[in-house]
């Protein structure tokens, strides 16, 4: 990624994001159903938007999905 | 926005019996302690692991921060068993917690050893946060100028404050958290306000439109 498209990304905000708190409170269920699979981002747009766009978020819900997946094996 | 949670009948067998033995009393709540933690610490592990490469830690120090995670992990989801709904299993809910606290002890760790002061204004290292090529200065430096200048004329002290901590010196937002006695939630949304603010600027000047860069 070039500065302008790293810039570009940075500037872009999506209306449907949920912020942080919301993304946190249902994170569990997130990350469960998409271990499972399910079209998580279609059930829940604006928590798919934040985590793309949160970095520390996102890093959790790898976290937990990471966990899940583990247990699951 | 807020986004609906479909209805849930209840927690299935096992999450009952983790609520069941958990809310009990007696030698079964505490072996069931014992399991829940073991859990934990195990979930902990993997995730500093995870992290590892990343941070500034060491092998002992990761484990520190695991063991440290697990238990206060363990606190906080004892003392909220009561806002478990049975919306995924127990057990992801409860690493759900696990992995926070990994989140805030790294951000807590970061402050021990900091790279550059969370509020040093060094605006020559903005090009360099976005990946511009320094040999091709002379195709981005007005947009860097009118950015920079957006950041002045356009940010309320606060937004100014948390992009230049976040962006300028690359502090890690959970470690900001820290250092504001802020929360995630709140430190966001003042970046995505200031993103906002400065999109429109760039786009009031002509640097940008609705299908990206005008170059």
Known sequence: ?73 | MTEQIAAVAGPDVDSAEWLRVLAGTGPQREEGLARLHALLLRIARAEVARRGPRLRLTGPELDDLAYQAAADALIAITSKLGQFRGESRFTTWAYKFVIFEVSTKIGRHFWRHPSVPFDAEDWERLPDRFGFDPAREAEWRDLVVALRRAVDEELTTRQRRVFVALVLNGVPLDALVIELASNRNAIYKTLFDARRKLRAALAANGYIGDDGWRR
């Open chain 1, 1 to 73: 990624m070039n500065g302008w498209s790293a810039l570009e990304r940075f500037l872009r905000t999506d209306p449907s994001d949920v912020g942080c708190a919301e993304a946190m409170e249902l994170l569990h269920i997130y990350a469960e159903l998409a271990a499972a699979g399910a079209p998580v981002e279609e059930r829940y747009p604006g928590v798919a938007a934040h985590l793309r766009a949160c970095g520390p978020c996102g890093e959790d819900f790898e976290g937990l999905l990471a966990a899940v997946r583990g247990e699951a094996h």
